[in-house]
Nanobody, 121 residues
Framework: QVQLVESGGGLVQLGGSLRLSCAAS?????MGWFRQAPGKEREFVAR????????AYADSVQGRFTISRDNAKNTVYLQMNSLKPEDTAVYYC?????????????????WGQGTQVTVSS
């Protein structure tokens, strides 16, 4: 069982930046970020494979968010720039040891507790 611990959420103004971190207690193949706004389904944000050979972003964050990972620390990061009010949500870190890349929540076996990101206008 892998545990994920997120940090870095908070309140930021329109156009601001935040950096999320997620530390895993064990080795994983793919790590990603999802988010869920009130009344909405959990949606894919970004994912990265262990080898960095495959990175994917949701269209809504492409060009503004950057995902990266430090395999030595089993940690994934999400740098969020040019934040908008519609980015407001609880952000969840996700991970899987399966050798498969997915943008769907069912493709991930482990989840963090979530961290709130609020962007004010």
């Amino acid at each position: 069982q892998v545990q994920l611990v997120e940090s870095g959420g908070g309140l930021v103004q329109l156009g601001g930046s935040l950096r999320l971190s997620c530390a895993a207690s064990g080795r994983t193949f793919v790590m990603g970020w999802f988010r869920q706004a009130p009344g909405k389904e959990r949606e894919f944000v970004a994912r990265i494979s262990r080898t960095d050979a495959s990175i994917a972003y949701a269209d809504s964050v492409q060009g503004r968010f950057t995902i990266s990972r430090d395999n030595a620390k089993n940690t994934v990061y999400l740098q969020m720039n040019s934040l908008k009010p519609e980015d407001t949500a609880v952000y969840y870190c996700a991970a899987s040891a399966r050798l498969a890349l997915s943008v769907m929540p069912l493709g991930y076996d482990y989840w963090g507790q979530g961290t709130q990101v609020t962007v004010s206008s």
